[in-house]
């Protein structure tokens, strides 16, 4: 008799998105032009200073395991990294993980108990609560709206927690939203939950995408926070696999033995690359990029605006627009569907995000030149138009 996959795994859901990725390229396949709105990554390649040293590594041959919470010199960058901020963390409390992906893994399975309830936003990144249900704890997503930013606050937090709740989960820069976390509300709710006894989880993997506000690490307000980053998006490293986590101070073993037994080590190249993210010339040009996504986003922001999409605040950060459709639809899925099949423009419909309002939002990623998303536009507009 064949097994079957674990109980865990059934809560596990699949990204709706990746359907309309197949059909777009049975499309592509067929010689359709496709405009990609719907993909999490930047257009833009590895910065070259990056890709250097990861050759230069694969070329000395030594490409060997590092020890499993990542190599000294890059921990050291990253506590140096902080230092800018004005933040100090001892380099023991950073853990060098394969993405952002990895150091969620690590943070949650290091303090959850099965049952344990998480409370997160809805809508928000939706691995975070898949995560959760593999390691048998429980999602409590709280609808959030414009109102709050679309953040949990300390507000919000204590009216939702209970007995069984263990944690907080915030991302910001939020993705689907892009919105971020203010500042103040961020330092009341890691506040909050230190006086409940909790764990709070910060997803700072945007904050290097953020355009004409600070986005500040939950590390300033506390040392007992997880806070979860990534070279992936800011650094342009999605397909290395390499990000990190910085740890309380009573998880540094448990995390340790874990990385060890899950993982053994990132890997040994994109480590080595990695180095180079914070080379002088590498931040000069993410920087460029950050001013081109900035522009990008108020291109885009506008567009929809005028073709009577609701998007309640600007977005100040990632490269993503969540925008209620609700004029045009009462199913954003359906719509993605036919706005791929009709005209090419392929979009991820707020299913992907959770249940709250979703039917009538929209998430567009601006990781595309502004001529392609011109063109996009004029199609979305044909789209909308066509009744
Ligand atoms: C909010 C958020 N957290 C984590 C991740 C995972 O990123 P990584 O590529 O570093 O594993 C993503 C990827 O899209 C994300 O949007």
């Known amino acids: 008799m064949a097994a079957n996959p674990a109980k865990k795994t059934q809560g596990i859901s699949p990204f709706y998105v990746m359907d309309l990725l197949r059909r777009a390229k049975q499309l592509e396949d067929q010689g359709r032009s496709i405009i990609h709105m719907e993909i999490g990554e930047p257009d833009f390649p590895t910065p070259q200073a990056i890709i250097d040293a990861g050759i230069h590594l694969l070329q000395s041959g030594e490409v060997k395991y590092t020890p499993a919470a990542g190599l000294p010199h890059l921990r050291k960058e990253i506590a140096d990294f902080y ?20 150091a969620l893994l690590l943070a949650l399975g290091s303090s959850l108990n099965a049952g344990d309830k998480v409370l997160l936003a809805d809508p928000c990144y939706p691995c975070n609560r898949n995560f959760v249900t593999l390691l048998e704890g429980r999602v409590q997503a709280i609808p959030v709206d414009e109102t709050t930013r679309y953040h949990l606050n300390a507000q919000i ?14 991302a910001s820069p939020s993705n689907p939203t892009g919105t971020l976390i203010d500042a103040d509300d961020l330092k009341q709710a890691v506040a909050m939950v230190d006086d409940l006894g909790g764990c709070f989880y910060s997803d700072e993997i945007y904050h ?37 986590l910085v740890v309380p101070e009573q998880f540094i073993g448990v995390i340790e033995r874990m990385a060890q037994n899950l993982f053994i080590a990132t890997s040994t190249v994109a480590q080595y690359a990695a180095i180079a993210a914070f080379a002088e010339e590498t931040q000069i040009e993410l920087e460029r990029r950050r001013a081109e996504l900035a522009m990008r986003r108020d291109f885009l922001y506008e567009g929809l605006l ?63 030149p502004i001529d392609k998303m011109s063109i996009a536009l004029q199609r979305l507009q044909r789209f909308i138009n066509r009744e």
């Open 83 to 102: 230092q800018r901020q004005g933040i100090s963390v001892p380099v023991e409390r950073i853990f060098i993980t394969p993405g952002a992906s990895g």
């Open 157 to 170: 937090i204590k009216q939702h927690w209970t007995d069984s709740t263990k944690a907080v989960l915030v």
């Open 208 to 244: 290097g995408l953020v355009y004409g506000r600070e986005a500040v690490s939950a590390l300033k307000f506390s040392d007992q926070v997880f806070v979860i980053n990534s070279f992936s998006k800011y650094f342009g490293m999605t397909g290395w696999r390499i990000g990190w």
């Open 306 to 368: 005028r073709m009577g999409f609701d998007i309640p605040i600007k977005p100040d950060g990632a490269f993503y627009i969540y925008a209620n459709a609700a004029h045009f639809t009462d199913n954003s899925g359906q719509f993605a569907l036919d706005l791929l099949e009709e005209e090419g423009v392929a979009v991820t419909p707020g299913k992907d995000f959770g249940e709250y309002n979703a039917p009538h939002m929209l998430r567009f990623a601006y990781t595309l």
